[in-house]
């Protein structure tokens, strides 16, 4: 039995991560165009460094919540795969051992010179002058804004070969990464765990194949987790 979870932004601010489209999130205090593109960091680089400094800052100091754990328990029974528009560590750090990261690592930094080479970011500072080993500025390991979204296609495969798909923690309107859900088989059993009312987000089509859990990840994830722990284990 093959499970692939698809996780946003909602499943992290459990962990006290701040997301970038709910009330006081992120985008309050800083426009996309200042941090978030390549024309941001060619016009002021120190600016998008020093954001970005904050927000990994936020990620060494959070925690797995009973979220993470719980997908990363599932490994024990199923095969399970992440694919996540997250860019912090907390799959990672709850035990997932397969982790697709759509938008980039921000524990992570690569060259301006060759997006091949990516190192890892030693504690919460990147700086200004901080070289790769062509000699070139690094840069945060993101995918901004206008950036092509380069395991895009991985990603469809892995949606493409589940028996079930969770998406957890994502809006579903960030694209191209929205439109992941319909790579899904037809057989392919869809749970969408979510607190809110989501009206027309959710997938159409399929009869009985999408169930809406409204609840937070912290709790929802763990229910499921322990129904498809009992019907197919």
């Known amino acids: 039995m093959h499970i692939v979870f698809f996780t946003g932004a909602g499943i992290s601010a459990e962990s006290g991560l701040r997301t970038f489209r709910d009330s006081n999130g992120l985008w309050e205090e800083y426009r996309i165009e200042d941090v ?12 998008v460094l020093r954001f970005y400094d904050q927000r990994r800052r936020h990620v060494l100091e959070a925690r797995p919540n009973p979220a993470h754990r719980a997908i990363a328990g599932l490994e024990r029974d199923f095969d399970v795969d992440v694919v996540t528009q997250n860019v912090d560590d907390l799959h990672e750090r709850a035990g997932s051992s397969r982790v697709l990261h759509l ?52 990603a469809a495969r892995l949606v493409s070969s589940a028996d079930i798909l969770v998406v957890v923690g994502s809006s579903l309107q960030v694209w191209p990464a929205a439109g992941l859900v319909h790579a899904a088989q037809s057989h392919a059993l869809i749970h969408v765990v979510d607190p809110r009312d989501l009206g027309d987000l959710l997938p159409h089509g399929g009869g009985g194949r999408f169930t809406h859990w409204k609840e937070k990840a912290s709790t929802g994830i763990p229910m499921l987790a322990d129904l498809l722990t009992k019907q197919y284990a």
């Open 36 to 47: 978030a593109t390549p024309a941001a960091f060619a016009r002021n680089p120190g600016l």
């Open 103 to 154: 938008h980039g690592e921000i524990l992570k930094a690569r060259s301006t010179l060759d997006p091949g080479i990516v190192v890892p970011v030693k504690g919460p500072l990147l700086g200004l002058g901080d070289r790769c080993p062509l000699g070139s500025q690094l840069r945060p390991h993101i995918v901004w804004f206008g950036e092509e979204v380069p395991l895009l296609d991985d």
